[in-house]
């Protein structure tokens, strides 16, 4: 299995981005996608998940309103819409491949990682 991440920048507060993950190297129907992400010395944290097949999602309270998973069934991929950007978004965010259906925020349900893309929001 292989994530790739992209579409991370540099984005002044209030802008908007969209993260990419391409995944590739099986079936993901069945499985659920994360997005995490790290912040200059602060621990990992859940962002996002999305049930693959059923299209379910679930979002942290940092980041609910305004941002949105998705996923593109034929592109084996999904995404990350941000939008409403803070200073405090700044982080590597990185999408993972759960290790089953659910779309837990826990780290350890996770089985693959992506490499990360940075996204930095200047105030």
């Known amino acids: 299995v292989q994530l790739q991440a992209s579409g991370g920048g540099l984005v002044q507060a209030g802008g908007s981005l969209r993260l990419s993950c391409a995944a590739s190297g099986r079936t993901f129907s069945g499985y659920a996608m994360g997005w995490f992400r790290q912040a200059p010395g602060k621990e990992l944290e859940f962002v996002a998940a999305i049930r693959w097949s059923a299209g379910t999602t679930f979002y942290a309270d940092s980041v609910k309103g305004r941002f949105s998973i998705s996923r593109d069934n034929a592109k084996n991929t999904v995404y990350l819409q941000m939008n409403s950007l803070k200073p405090e978004d700044t982080a590597v965010y990185y999408c993972?491949?759960?290790?089953?259906?659910?779309?837990?925020?826990?780290?350890?349900?996770?089985?693959?990682w992506g490499q990360g893309t940075l996204v930095t929001v200047s105030s």
């Open positions: 993972a491949l759960g290790r089953g259906s659910f779309t837990t925020p826990l780290q350890s349900n996770y089985a693959y």
